[in-house]
């Protein structure tokens, strides 16, 4: 058990120690007035408490990432844990709470007119395009996943088509209510139920003694069933996103950007969540191989039942937490992707609205907005989009690490210490240009030319962020004769 206590211990010293150190290279200004009162709106702008805020931004960025995202990483190994432990401290948490951050400076707006701030117009238009498709497709793939849920629970009754539908029209409400009538109610019920589920599973993990995985040098190789095709870096860093980095948090954290009292509540919500959620991908990792014993019979397991970490979380509920357990395994399993989906779609309109400049305000704006969103995903649900899924994870790593890149440029042209950025930034780019490299569902290349492309990449993604500085450092301290 010292693996596990010790990853707990360094998760929450890594909040406590270099949270604060990231807050104090910011820059907090305690006494300016948020965007929750300088653009109160009733409907997005809305005032509430950081307690509150602190469960539907861990639920926002939460879904299912946490939990099936470290089971199918755990087939990888006990380097499953290294990454979930420092990838929160030092990637996922960085990028929260700076990509947070700074909508609120500026008044809370979506994360690609943050980008277009710091990279430029041609990179705002990209990111615009990018972030929407992205937020369509996160909103009709967690329609499609909760419903076929839900209809093999309700097998001769209410089948994948009613329940879509259900699911739809409560994404409709949630995009269009004010933020604090329907989300602001529920979200916090759920974000506790899916923290108190973790914590009944670590507990009962303590309790009955179970043999949890001790990491040493031996075992941080390569566990994976198919290691030759699925080559521990960069596969890890892509299946665990949610519990370590994740680019779609940076479209969640606007949302609550406009609902924060004061800036000193930005840690506690933006990189708090974040570190809520490695412990959580933490505990799930730690159950998964202690529940079969091995990674070895968790993979047997997985492979038995189709690779579907649903089976695992569902098993492991009802067995060590009885009937209470298999409800917050429900609730997990199901309310967690669905949470998700419809701040989704909440995420694509203020994005859609920021870049025309359409006040929210009024109803009927908010729905000429949704509507092409809506049938956008409609569009998608009609067809196969299993392949497209593929892309979701480059995708999202994708979007973490060009809003690393965003902040690292802000930090610099700021004067402030931008390392904390900056080899995230790095690491990321590596992971996402070796990825697509040498992924099956990208070119297929071999590891050693993937890992040589991923290099160069990396060495020129930093060649322009060097030269960018001594060029900006030059026009502010021109050189006289």
Same mark, same amino acid.
């Given at each position: ?12 010293? &890594?909040?406590?120690?270099? &949270? ?14 948020? $965007? ?10 809305? $005032? ?185 870096? $960069? ?7 949610? &519990? ?9 954290? $606007? ?50 039942? &189709? ?175």
């Amino acid at each position: 058990m010292i693996t596990f206590f010790v990853s707990i211990a360094l998760l929450l010293a &890594g909040y406590f120690l270099y &949270g604060r150190l990231v807050e104090r290279i910011f820059v907090i200004q305690p006494d300016k007035k948020t $965007p929750a009162y300088t653009h109160t709106d009733g409907v997005d702008y809305v $005032p509430m408490s950081w307690q509150r805020i602190f469960l539907i931004q861990f639920l926002n960025i939460a879904g299912l990432g946490p939990i099936f995202g470290a089971i199918m990483g755990a087939m990888y190994g006990h380097a499953a844990f290294l990454w979930i432990v420092f990838g929160t401290i030092f990637g996922g948490a960085v990028h929260d709470y700076l990509s947070g951050m700074l909508s609120l400076r500026h008044n809370g707006i979506s994360l690609p007119e943050v980008v277009g701030k710091y990279m430029g117009v041609g990179f705002r238009q990209f990111m615009r395009i990018f972030t929407v498709l992205l937020m369509v497709l996160v909103g009709a793939v967690f329609v499609a996943g909760p419903s076929k849920l839900l209809a093999n629970m309700t097998p001769g009754y209410i089948g994948v088509t009613v329940w879509s539908i259900i699911i739809f029209v409560y994404y409709i409400g949630a995009t269009l209510l004010p933020i604090d009538k329907l989300i602001g109610k529920i979200y916090p019920f759920f974000g506790f139920a899916i923290l108190f589920m973790a914590l009944g599973i670590s507990i009962s993990m303590i309790y009955r003694g179970v043999n949890m995985p001790e990491m040493s040098f031996s075992n941080l190789h390569n566990m994976h069933p198919d290691a030759g095709s699925y080559p521990l870096f $960069p596969m890890l860093f892509i299946s665990i996103a949610c &519990g370590a980095i994740s680019g779609f948090h940076a479209t969640q954290s $606007p949302l609550m950007a406009r609902c924060l009292k004061n800036e000193r509540q930005g840690r506690r919500v933006f990189y708090g969540a974040m570190v809520a959620e490695g412990i959580v991908a933490l505990i799930w990792a730690a159950a998964a191989i202690s529940f079969f014993g091995s990674v070895g019979r968790l993979q047997e397991f997985l492979r038995e039942n &189709g690779d579907n970490a649903a089976v695992v979380v569902n098993t492991i509920a009802h067995s060590w937490l009885g009937t209470f357990g298999g409800l917050l395994a429900i609730i997990g399993v199901i309310a967690a992707p669905i949470t998700s989906g419809d701040t989704a779609f909440r995420s694509a309109r203020l994005i859609v609205a920021d870049f025309i400049n359409y006040s929210q305000k009024s109803v009927k704006n908010r729905i000429i907005i949704s509507t092409p969103l809506f049938i956008a995903a409609l569009g998608i649900l009609q067809i196969n989009f299993d392949i497209i899924w593929r892309y979701f994870a480059w995708s999202n790593q994708t979007l973490a690490t060009a809003t690393l890149w965003t902040v690292t440029v802000y930090l610099a042209k700021a004067n402030k210490f931008y390392w904390i950025s900056l080899l995230p930034s790095l690491f990321m780019t590596m992971v996402i240009s070796t990825y697509i490299m040498i992924a099956p569902e990208g070119l297929g290349l071999s590891s050693n030319v993937s890992y040589i492309i991923g290099s160069v990449c990396t060495l020129v993604s930093l060649a322009v962020f060097v030269h960018w500085i001594q060029k900006t450092k030059a026009s502010q301290f021109p050189v006289r004769n």
